[in-house]
Nanobody, 119 residues
Framework: QVRLLESGGGLVQAGGSLRLFCAASRTTFSLNAMGWYHQAPGKQRELVASILRGGNLNYADSAKGRFTISRDNAKNTVYLQMNSLEREDTAVYLC?????????????WGQGTQVTVSS
């Protein structure tokens, strides 16, 4: 079992920046992938960015050039640096961890942190 705890959300004006933190209860290196998703009211949960154990990065088109995902295995923490925020980025941001073991996928989620971007 892996517990994930997000922090760093808040209210920011359009054009501003926020840095989200995801602290894991066990070493992030034990997870095959970690990522950030967002979910706006009435919309589906969508991938924002992910980072694989080997360091490969993946971003949603809307995040490219504005957001940066990174991880610190020594601190068991994954970060999402969000710059040039837009109103459309308003959502709950959830941290996700994935572990593949013996042919099974284990999916872990945090509770989420609210990001609100005002105009």
């Amino acid at each position: 079992q892996v517990r994930l705890l997000e922090s760093g959300g808040g209210l920011v004006q359009a054009g501003g920046s926020l840095r989200l933190f995801c602290a894991a209860s066990r070493t992030t290196f034990s997870l095959n992938a970690m990522g950030w998703y967002h979910q706006a009211p009435g919309k589906q949960r969508e991938l924002v960015a992910s980072i694989l154990r080997g360091g490969n990065l993946n971003y949603a088109d809307s995040a490219k050039g504005r957001f940066t995902i990174s991880r610190d295995n020594a601190k068991n923490t994954v970060y999402l640096q969000m710059n040039s925020l837009e109103r459309e980025d308003t959502a709950v941001y959830l941290c996700n961890g994935k572990r593949w073991e013996s042919g099974s996928l284990y999916d872990y989620w945090g509770q989420g942190t609210q990001v609100t971007v005002s105009s």
